[in-house]
């Protein structure tokens, strides 16, 4: 394996972080004490689709949702069909078009996502515990910049 070009260490550097930092904070066993944590039994995929849902508004259109999460439809469609099982979305037809159906996240749903997201902060807070509040804050807003980049990157290839 060659060495990294001196300009593509940093690029290099944040490449194992961001990979080391996704995997400790979502592998099963983690998100397992997270939803034991909060008393929920959503799984990690459930989190993601339920926190996407929220942050365009709380309803969408199946095939926008899929969009924002960058899958296919299909998978969005299965899995909305177990989330609405357990109460935590429901279809809803679409006002612009009759024909068309949305889902959206329930008052459950919203509930359970919130406890997540409660446990999921208590475990970052603690995890950063003695970090710069400033330096946290300048982490959130550039990794925020580099997430919307490489969103607007992967829908112009798309």
Not at 62 to 80: C, F, K, N, W, Y
């Amino acid at each position: 394996m060659s060495e990294p070009v001196p300009d593509q260490e940093p690029i290099v550097a944040l490449q194992r972080a961001l990979v080391t930092l996704s995997y400790l904070l979502t592998r099963s066993q983690a998100h397992e004490r997270l939803a034991e944590r909060a008393g929920v039994s959503a799984r990690r995929s459930d989190l993601w689709l339920l926190m996407a849902l929220e942050g365009v508004g709380g309803v969408s259109r199946v095939g926008d949702l899929a969009e924002h999460l960058m899958v296919e439809p299909s998978h969005v469609t299965r899995q909305i069909g177990r989330l609405a099982a357990e109460r935590l979305v429901e279809r809803t037809p679409d006002p612009r078009d009759r024909r068309a159906r949305q889902v959206a996240i329930t008052p459950h749903g919203r509930t359970v996502l919130g406890r997540l997201q409660d446990a999921r902060q208590l475990t970052l807070h603690q995890a950063l515990e003695g970090f710069d509040a400033r330096d946290v804050a300048i982490t959130a807003e550039l990794l925020n910049r580099l997430t919307e980049h490489v969103r607007e990157r992967e829908a112009g290839e798309g």
